[in-house]
Nanobody, 125 residues
Framework: QVQLVDSGGGLVQAGGSLRLSCTAS??????????MGWFRQAPGKEREFVGV????????SYAYSVKGRFTISRDNAQNTVYLRMNSLKPEDTAVYYC????????????????WGQGTQVTVSS
């Protein structure tokens, strides 16, 4: 099994920055080269893809809405993936979830096998 614990959310003013972290554990995770992604979900809205990074970091993809502002990275030695969010906007307010996919790369929620519990990001104007 795989367990994901995400953290780092909070309240920030528009234009501010925040870094989310997600740490994975479990024998299944350590034995496979999981792609790691971030999704977000605002109240009343569908879960939305934010970004993804392949195991070796060679492939990275972002949603258009966050491109140029957010940066995804990972440290495989620590089984951790990060999402650095700069120039935050009120529209970025959502619960953010990290997720692991057994595929080399994936951008759809149904392609991810494991999910963190979510961390709230609130951006005030």
């Amino acid at each position: 099994q795989v367990q994901l614990v995400d953290s780092g959310g909070g309240l920030v003013q528009a234009g501010g920055s925040l870094r989310l972290s997600c740490t994975a554990s479990g024998r299944t995770f350590t034995a496979r080269r999981y792609a790691m992604g971030w999704f977000r979900q605002a109240p009343g809205k569908e879960r939305e893809f934010v970004g993804v990074i392949s195991y070796n970091g060679g492939s990275i993809s972002y949603a258009y809405s966050v491109k140029g502002r957010f940066t995804i990275s990972r440290d495989n030695a620590q089984n951790t993936v990060y999402l650095r969010m700069n120039s935050l906007k009120p529209e970025d307010t959502a619960v953010y979830y990290c997720a692991a996919s057994s595929l080399v790369i994936a951008t759809s929620a149904d392609q991810f096998d494991y999910w963190g519990q979510g961390t709230q990001v609130t951006v005030s104007s």
